[in-house]
């Protein structure tokens, strides 16, 4: 299975462009939280009009306000991350985020297995093989994922993508350009190599 990779807590264009260049499938940016990669709504949509058509942008947010989604979704977002009950919205895939010990979702278009909020804290294997084997909707694995990690979970639990943040970073919100890249061929390398493989 082809694994997705999305680079998160994009506060800047030139990230963004850097992380698309190299082969990135999504881009997120975070709106309305106390996150240190926090952006206005004005910076949210110079870093997607930055990016070439074929590529998805998420908008995370931790907000409970109904207001705030507003806004979120005048954005027009290809999908909206969220960690509370929110209605699905017509026109936006919802992605919604599952940490250790919350029940399976199937009311939106993916889940994301991230117990630590962002905070770059390691995912627990046994949880996130659970919701990859059980779930019935595409699983985003996060959650202390690095270059140096990222190819081992993709191997070991054959998640439908893989979102990094903090991992990828020189300091909180500011990509380093090399990690990324990094980052990105690590998480494809597994693509590469069952592609190869011949058929049975």
């Known amino acids: ?6 680079i998160c807590g994009v506060t800047r264009p030139e990230d963004a462009i850097d992380a698309e260049r190299y082969g990135a499938d999504a881009i997120g940016v975070v709106m309305y939280s106390d996150s240190p990669r926090c952006v206005t709504s004005k910076e949210a949509e110079e870093i997607f009009t930055s990016l070439g058509p074929y590529i998805t942008r998420v ?3 931790h907000t409970r306000d109904k207001d705030d989604m507003e806004k979120v979704l005048r954005i027009r977002p290809d999908a909206v991350q969220i960690s509370y009950g929110f209605p699905r919205v017509a026109g936006t895939r919802v992605i919604r ?14 889940v994301l297995i991230d117990s630590s909020r962002g905070h770059g804290i390691a995912f627990d294997p046994a949880y996130a093989r659970r919701v990859v084997q059980t779930s019935l909707v595409p699983v985003i694995l ?7 990690t990222v190819r081992e979970a993709v191997r070991d639990l054959h998640p439908y993508a893989v979102d990094v943040s903090s991992g990828v970073e020189c300091t909180p919100g500011i990509k380093d350009p090399e990690k990324m890249r990094l980052f990105i061929l690590e998480a494809h390398r597994e ?5 190869s493989l011949p058929p049975r």
């Open 59 to 61: 908008v995370v947010t």
């Open 142 to 148: 996060a959650g202390g994922l690095t270059p140096q």
């Open 97 to 110: 985020v599952l940490a250790q010990g919350d029940p399976l979702r199937t009311d939106c278009e993916a």
């Open 191 to 195: 693509n590469s190599r069952e592609l």
């Open 1 to 6: 299975m082809y694994v997705r990779v999305k």
